[in-house]
């Protein structure tokens, strides 16, 4: 069986560093077109950055819109997350812990 290769087009959410940063230089590898959302821009050459914040849904929504229009998208993939603040979560400050459940439980599901 002949397997017929097609480039897709992949969102990866934080793919300006770290792991995203690194899904991201691997999927470009293979060809793909690759949108990277994340609140600073991607240094990777050949990839379009939408400047978003995950816990905005109406700004999550406008950035898929964008990266729709350019192509039919493939997939995504929830790389984007803060560091934690390693202390007992009943010591930690509301906002803290309100942001990183925003970031990390929410974010992926917009």
């Not at 770290?18 to 990277?36: Q, S, Y």
């Not at 950055?49 to 819109?65: G, K, L, N, Q």
């Amino acid at each position: 069986m002949t397997r017929i290769a097609q480039t897709a087009h992949v969102i990866v959410t934080g793919g300006s560093s770290g792991i995203g940063a690194a899904v991201v230089d691997l999927l470009r590898e293979r060809g793909n077109l690759v949108t990277v959302f994340d609140l600073q821009p991607s240094d990777r050459e050949g990839v379009m950055t939408e400047i978003v914040d995950v816990r905005d849904e109406s700004a999550v929504d406008a950035a898929a819109r964008r990266a729709f229009d350019r192509a039919p998208v493939s997939g995504v993939v929830a790389s984007h997350g803060i560091r934690g603040t390693f202390v007992p979560a009943l010591e930690m400050e509301l906002d803290a812990l309100r942001r990183q459940f925003d970031i990390h439980v929410v974010g992926p599901s917009r």
